[in-house]
């Protein structure tokens, strides 16, 4: 059986489709099922956002067939790990678990590691933000992928 791991961030069109192709390209995709989503439905069906695709381009990663999709209570079945990338799409995550073992699942993606900071922040309102961001979703998925 494979490992199946949800990355959620807010738009599903940032963060959480870059710690999808982060990750994918670190496990065994015999071993391990990647997705995200996001907790807003702004965005449904829409590609990443270009600059998330320009900055997975520039790390040798096409993440540019990814489309977004909405967190729905049914992804508490379907995967092992669910991780949000900050508080606030943490705690909208949790608001939707029925029972202990779904709330169990869900964890913060930069709990993985040791860094300053907890939260992946959102880069939607700073062009600038998204080589950061990449650097921190990086890090983080190296140490799951050893896990894995
Ligand atoms: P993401 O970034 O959660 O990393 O995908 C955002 C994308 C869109 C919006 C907010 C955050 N928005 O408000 O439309």
Redesign the pocket.
Known sequence: MKTKVLMV?????????LAEGILQDKVDPEKVFVDSA?T?G??IGKSP?PRSITVAHNHGLNIEKQRCRQFQKSDFEKFDVIYA?DRS?LNNILSLANTPEDAKKVKLLLAEVELPVIEVP???WDDNGFEKVFQLIDTACTSIAKKL
């Open positions: 961030c807010l738009g599903n069109i940032c963060r959480s489709p996001g807003g702004y965005h956002d990338m799409n959102d880069p939607y």
